[in-house]
């Protein structure tokens, strides 16, 4: 089970946090991150950080813009949004990777001009 939370409105050139919390047990997460989905596109993969920390992984779109961070003993991760572009306005999913990958409910991101 996983909850996210952080979305919301704002204007171009805000900025949100998201945060989500993982509860899997009794599997162990291999990495955390982000996918985002926005109206008539395919799910596309934001940001994703191993649970060491040692990878992580941006998509072209939101390099130099968004950051990804985690706590592993809380089983979290996060993703700091700034400069936000009308382009950006998604549902937001998090995910945490085990054997599978687990799914979080979508948390929605709506970027105004």
């Known amino acids: 089970q996983l909850q996210a939370s952080g979305g919301g409105s704002v204007q171009a050139g805000g900025s949100l946090r998201l945060s989500c919390a993982a509860s899997?047990?009794?599997?162990?997460?291999?990495?955390m991150g982000w996918y985002r989905q926005a109206p008539g596109s395919e799910r596309e993969l934001v940001a994703v950080?191993?649970?060491?920390?040692?990878?992580?992984k941006y998509a072209d779109s939101v390099k130099g813009r968004f950051t990804i961070s985690g706590d592993s003993a809380k089983n979290a991760v996060y993703l700091q949004m700034t400069n936000l572009k009308p382009e950006d306005t998604a549902v937001y999913y998090c995910?945490?990777?085990?054997?599978?990958?687990?799914w979080g409910q979508g948390t929605q991101v709506t970027v105004s001009s």
């Open positions: 995910f945490a990777q085990t054997f599978r990958n687990h």
């Open positions: 899997v047990s009794p599997f162990t997460i291999n990495a």
């Open positions: 950080r191993s649970t060491t920390g040692e990878t992580e």
